[in-house]
């Protein structure tokens, strides 16, 4: 009785991986899996990350940087273990719906975006204070609109989902 047991916690352990992640994510996480697999055996290995970066126009990737990657996973790098490193790097990231909350503090008309200047103000002179560069990488990386404005509702998603929403 006790093996069954234990296959079934394994199972539960493997499945909650992808209970992390939404089914339009994992296709994502899969086709970039796919894309590092350059030898296509079903793992990512040190020649697999090397191919990538030489793909990528990154010729002189030194062994040690490839090795410190590589220390990263608990073990050989398949599409399970790799969604895995990425549900914990992405681990500490609030939900959708927190972070669009803390924002919508600012926002108390609901219109889904603020402007600029009152979010460098606010992020400069309040709690765990910006410095002036990173207010300005955020917004080289989330640009305002041609308004002055920042589309908070946006910049929660990708920071939440990785990538822009689609056009509805």
Same mark, same amino acid.
């Given at each position: ?30 086709? /970039? =899996?796919? *894309?590092? @697999?350059?030898?296509?055996? $079903? #793992? ?57 909350? /803390? =924002?919508? *503090?600012? @926002?108390?008309?609901?219109? $889904? #975006? ?55």
């Amino acid at each position: 009785m006790a093996p069954k047991k234990a296959k079934k916690k394994t199972t539960e352990a493997g499945s909650n991986v992808f209970s992390m992640f939404e089914q339009s994510q994992i296709q994502e996480f899969k086709e /970039a =899996f796919t *894309i590092m @697999d350059q030898n296509r055996d $079903g #793992f990512i290995d040190k020649g697999d990350l090397r191919d990538t970066y030489a793909a990528l126009g990154r010729l002189n990737v030194g062994n040690d940087e490839l090795d410190e990657m590589m220390k990263e996973a608990p073990g050989p790098i398949n599409f399970t273990i790799f969604l895995a490193m990425f549900g914990e790097k992405l681990k500490g990231t609030d939900p959708e719906e927190t972070i669009l909350n /803390a =924002f919508k *503090i600012f @926002d108390p008309e609901g219109k $889904g #975006f603020l402007k600029g200047d009152e979010i460098k103000y606010h992020l400069m002179s309040q709690a765990d204070k910006f410095t002036e560069d990173e207010v300005n990488q955020m917004f080289t990386n989330f640009p305002l609109d041609v308004a002055g404005n920042l589309d908070y509702k946006n910049l929660c998603y990708i920071i939440t989902h990785g990538e822009e929403k689609e056009p509805e």
